[in-house]
């Protein structure tokens, strides 16, 4: 099934404790991106990826890192959470960059993170 | 940046009945999807479609690339289709790549 799976989907951690949260898709998109979705801001884009060792900030990238080392993986890092990082987190991903001929994302499950 | 409008904000209706849902962007757009964001928080890709008209059983969709408006068509609601419906629009010549989402359409279907 061509999917887009998160891990973990829930998780409370507390303040400053390193996080990883694990993104990967099986359709061999080139694209993929992290959103974030606060009740009130909507969903917000963190970082993207347009391909390998390709990334790129979004709109909110001010406590995050993320890596593309391979082209089905794409992870989220959290180096010192704090409680505003409290959020519902998706990640998405494309067959193309954004901007050309089929662009249409498909998003996981997403991951309720809290941070105390 | 681009701004997305989505109304009516909220809407509550009976079992069976049909609804029209609007989305309205401010500048011209190489992507439109819609989705529904179920009550356990996840997007469910509904259509993606920059310009014409899509359906899909209940639902159908028509966006009007020129007048810068998407409509999204339920028939027939059912229960199931409560949740969140969400209009998002790429970046067409923006700084990031990503889609701008509108802050969305919450729909409650009564039984």
Known sequence: EAQVTQNPRYLITVTGKKLTVTCSQNMNHEYMSWYRQDPGLGLRQIYYSMNVEVTDKGDVPEGYKVSRKEKRNFPLILESPSPNQTSLYFCASSPVGLGKTYNEQFFGPGTRLTVL | ?111
């Not at chain 2, 920059?50 to 028509?62: F, I």
Request: proline share 5%; glycine share 10%; with cysteine.
């Open chain 2, 1 to 111: 940046g681009i701004q997305v409008e989505q109304s009516p904000p909220d809407l509550i209706l009976q079992e069976g009945a049909n609804s029209t849902l609007r989305c309205n962007f401010s500048d011209s757009v190489n992507n439109l999807q819609w989705f529904h964001q179920n009550p356990w928080g996840q997007l469910i890709n509904l259509f993606y479609i920059p310009s014409g008209t899509k359906q899909n059983g209940r639902l159908s969709a028509t966006t009007v690339a020129t007048e810068r408006y998407s409509l999204l068509y339920i028939s027939s609601s059912q229960t199931t289709d409560s949740g969140v419906y969400f209009c998002a629009v790429d970046h067409s010549g923006g700084g990031a790549d990503g889609l701008t989402f509108g802050k969305g359409t919450h729909l409650i279907i009564q039984p």
